[in-house]
């Protein structure tokens, strides 16, 4: 029997994202003393806090001020905590260290003995040497108390602000003062933003971008001082030129500094410029004491201010404390990608190699839409780094083969029109695939292999890539794909486990045999259970398109409520932080004064973050599911019906001023978007759709970049299809030229419905014509030529969709059945529960449950929060089943729970809380 050795003593000073880190990654060692624990070297963990709450997601603080709570940015739980026995000593901060006695003493007089002590300390804010720094309305962006701060004395009449600093943190800091409603201004010292990832021309872009915000950029210049009122509280900033900008609010956010000071003073070794001097175990000069994240300075003299970094350095420490051989830590990759106000930013490798090394830019820039692009390449064409502003959809391909010769022309990955991007196939095995979880192209293949895997779900299960944000999904099913044929193993046949049929062979069965509703669909061609959130989203779609000719009512009426996903069951888009956006259709960009006027009131009503969207829309961001049929009465009542935003349909066609007002134009182009817009609008379709009309070849309006593109000419219109703009771009292709308007109509209405009975399961208009054998050919035969003679039938179906119109949020707010599920439900009502959807009910703390009826009664509860966003969301969900088990898919990243346990049946290590319907109240709070 192994002897289990006697705990010792660590100390932790510092509880955020890196020192948090560092205790998981000990617990999965089985390091940390806890029952059951034997053999590995085990420590008994006291982490002393100078905060007073634990460890919260800094990256994501911003969150704070559109709503996120503490709760949710928190990267601890008290069963965490409790678990493994760690004594979290919180708003104590340590004071001094005595490396002799091996000992910190805190600000309350306590004294902790270690035998190993860790430095998770991080950095403060720079607030530069000016007069009135200290100021009241002078404030650092760095902690939630910052934030708590900086919100309350906004909200105390504060008009404007002035960001100190135009680096990440300083936009970041921006975009808080703009969600608070402040006029803002960003002043940079260095002559452009961001001047540590991006260059001259991604900074433009990015300027132009966030100009367009209504922020004024300021740069090349500094801040002088502070001038303040009579009452002391800041007036107005003096720049270093002389300027003055009125203010109310200063942020500095121009930097930040390692915090070093205990190290100092009990004489362990620090860098020049700041930072506890580490080897490459992350040990300082005292080989009892270690130092991770932004408080060290590395083996090659850097102090990084990222989080991956400290978290690299947690698991270095980790490996030393438990006996290890791991990785040393010599030195981390800092390229990044975030958005930024809106706009996204994404650098790699090093994009800044002097010309006179030999390297080679390779460039796109459209500074119509703020995208710039650029790959630096070395002499050998290997890719040495590279710059992505406005659009980083290409940034995961392009990472990965860093150093590397790119499988493809550089142009590929760069210019929309440079042709298809090279697949999973030619990434390289160490390729990172999932950057939440650090899983690799290698490790997926392995899984694959090992596991039989066939599925994401399984690549999900035995991976957790893809449990995090979710963005990586598409890459993952990409490598599946690969694995899966070259090994020669058949991808399943069907949407899911529920259907043998493919969404093509859905829609044929349900349109000849007049198949009205889900159940007699999966009785009758199913192949058992509930169905899924595959599945049943995709019959509903189905449904809908068909409604006219089936008989079949609004896509919220009886049973079809609960085959819609969140957006749909809401109409409108869900967000991140589980409030939804509210986009109004504007057919053709025009809109009236008194409609503008109208959203104004809304959104400043109901406190909604507006943007102008690329669609020419006004979105307006933030709203609860229970505001939103408020929302629309005042919206419907000033003229707007639903954009459909949130559906697999027309979003919008956009339209250049054309013939009215341009002095190039040759068409009519708003009044063609317009009739556009309005003859396709509700018609629900396998992906979202995309329209564009140009009034000449000038192509303002980007018709070509869209799934329906128009350009105007002398004898007509010249009709495109397949376009796409996001991040594999294809220009469209010319389907028919010089058109009169009736015969484009005609056209399209073809176009569209056959499009609607062929295509595949969430699979746009670009991909399918690639897909579809004949490509550009077969759609001309079809479509012009009537070679299948079913033209007449897809020109009547469209007549049946226009003819049957209705705007969804018109007849809800019309129906007092539909209004009631955007409220919470009462404990008790069970009745209330419709089969197959969720509810979300109050709880007496303050927190929600999420109850679910399923088809044969049995009800469920569980917590409505969910574990990998803090939203709270899950009741959105939709139920199905999965191998038998009862589950809900997360609305957000659809990953399923065990609705009788608890268990995420993709993360095993994750779970919701479940409650007894038994001690829960019968009433609403």
Request: glycine share 12%; with cysteine.
């Amino acid at each position: 029997m192994v002897q289990p050795q006697p705990a010792q003593n660590l100390v932790l000073i510092g509880h955020g994202m890196v020192g948090h880190r560092l205790l998981e990654a000990l617990a999965e060692r089985g390091a940390l003393d806890a029952p059951g624990t034997s053999g590995a070297p085990r420590w008994r963990v006291t982490v002393i806090a100078e905060e007073d709450i634990p460890a919260y997601d800094r990256v994501h603080l911003s969150s704070a001020f559109t709503g996120a709570t503490q709760q949710q940015l928190s990267l601890c739980d008290a069963e965490f905590i409790d678990r493994y026995g760690i004594d979290l000593r919180l708003g104590d901060p340590a004071e001094a260290i005595d490396p002799a006695g091996r000992t910190v003493t805190t600000t309350s007089g306590a004294v902790v003995p270690y035998d190993a002590l860790v430095l998770a300390t991080g950095s403060y804010p720079f607030v530069p040497p000016i007069p009135g720094a200290d100021a009241t309305g002078c404030f650092t962006y760095r902690t939630l108390y910052d934030v708590e701060q900086l919100t309350r004395y906004a909200g105390e009449g504060a008009r404007r602000g002035v960001v100190i600093g135009g680096g990440l943190l300083g936009l970041e800091a921006a975009g808080a003062l703009r969600t608070l409603g402040l006029t803002t201004h960003v002043v940079e010292f260095a002559p452009r933003l961001m001047p540590l990832q991006v260059d001259d021309g991604g900074a433009a872009a990015l300027r132009a971008t966030i100009e367009s915000m209504g922020v004024t950029v300021h740069t090349g210049v500094g801040a002088h001082e502070v001038e303040l009122d009579e009452a002391g509280r800041v007036r107005e900033l003096r720049l270093s030129d002389g300027r003055r900008i009125e203010t109310d609010v200063v942020v500095f956010s121009a930097g930040v500094r390692p915090r070093d000071r205990l190290a100092r003073e009990c004489g362990l070794a620090v860098g020049d410029r700041g930072g506890v001097a580490v080897d490459a175990y992350c040990r300082t000069t005292d080989p009892y004491v270690y130092a991770v994240g932004e408080c060290a300075q590395t083996v090659d003299g850097r102090v990084y201010g990222l989080v991956a970094p400290g978290y690299q350095m947690a698991e270095t420490v980790a490996e030393r404390l438990t006996g290890g051989s791991g990785p040393t830590f010599t030195g981390a990759d800092t390229s990044t990608r975030l958005k930024l106000m809106g706009a996204d930013v994404a650098s790699f490798g090093d994009p800044f190699a002097a010309s006179d090394t030999g390297a080679v830019e390779v460039l796109f820039s459209d500074a119509r839409e703020g995208v710039y692009k650029k790959l630096l390449l070395g002499p050998d064409g290997r890719l040495l780094g590279g710059i992505l502003v406005g659009d980083a959809g290409a940034y995961g391909s392009l990472k990965p083969h860093t150093g590397r010769q790119l499988p493809g022309p550089a142009e590929v990955f760069v210019a929309p029109s440079g042709g298809e991007a090279p697949g999973a196939d030619a990434l390289p095995d160490e390729a990172v695939v999932c950057s939440c979880h650090n899983v690799t192209k290698a490790q997926v293949r392995d899984a694959v292999a090992e596991h039989g895997l066939t599925d994401v779900a399984g690549v999900k299960r035995c991976t957790k890539a893809g449990t995090g944000c979710g963005g990586c999904v598409g890459s993952l099913q990409a490598v599946l794909d690969v694995e899966l044929a070259s090994s020669g193993v058949t991808k399943p046949r069907g949407l899911c486990e529920h259907f043998a049929l493919s969404r093509a062979e859905i829609y044929a069965v349900v349109k000849a045999q007049h198949i009205v509703s889900f159940a007699e669909l999966i009785e009758r061609h199913g192949l058992g259970g509930d169905g899924c959130a595959v599945c049943k989203p995709v019959v509903g779609n189905v449904l809908a398109t068909l409604a006219p000719e089936l008989g079949i009512g609004h896509v919220l009426d009886g049973e079809q409520a609960t085959l819609q996903d969140s957006n749909d069951l809401f109409l409108a888009n869900l967000q991140k932080d589980g409030t939804y956006s509210v986009v109004p259709r504007v057919p053709g960009g025009e809109v009236t004064p008194e409609q503008v006027i109208a959203v104004g009131e809304v959104a400043r009503d109901y406190g909604l973050y507006t943007k102008i969207t690329g669609a020419q829309r006004i979105g307006l961001f933030g709203a609860r599911a229970d505001q939103l049929p408020d929302i629309w009465r005042r919206l419907g009542a000033a003229g707007f019906e639903s954009g459909q935003a949130y559906g697999k349909s027309l979003r919008a066609v956009k339209s250049c001023v054309g013939a009215r007002f341009c002095r190039f134009g040759q068409g009519d182009s708003i009044r063609l978007a317009i009739d556009l817009e309005l003859r396709y609008r509700g018609l629900r379709t396998p992906h979202k759709f995309k329209g564009g009309v140009s009034g000449c070849l000038r192509e303002c309006a980007e018709a070509r970049g869209k799934d329906i593109g128009v350009i105007a000419t002398a004898g007509g219109w010249n009709l495109y299809v397949c376009g796409n703009g996001g991040a594999r771009p294809r220009h469209a292709d010319l389907l028919a030229s010089d058109l009169s308007t009736a015969e484009l109509f005609r056209t399209v209405d073809r176009f569209l419905m056959y499009y609607v009975r062929t295509a595949e399961r969430l699979e746009r208009t670009a991909a399918w014509i690639e897909r579809i054998d004949g490509g550009l050919g077969h759609l001309k035969d079809v479509l012009l030529e009537d070679s299948l003679g079913i033209c007449a039938e897809l020109e009547a179906q469209m007549e049946r969709h226009v003819a049957a119109y209705r705007d969804e949020w018109g007849a809800v707010l019309a129906d007092p059945a539909a209004l009631d599920r955007f409220g919470h439900v009462d404990f008790g009502a069970h009745d209330a529960l419709e089969p197959g959807r969720g509810r979300p009910a109050r709880l007496p703390d303050g927190g929600e449950a999420a109850l679910f009826k399923s088809r044969t009664g049995e009800v469920y509860a569980v917590s409505n929060r969910d574990p990998f966003s803090g939203a709270d969301v899950i009741a959105g969900g939709i139920m199905g089943s999965r191998d038998g088990v009862p589950v809900v898919a997360s609305p957000l990243h659809k990953q399923e729970f065990d609705l009788r346990t608890g268990q995420c049946l993709d993360d095993p290590d994750v779970s919701l809380p479940v409650l007894d319907l038994a001690d829960l109240p019968a009433t609403r709070f």
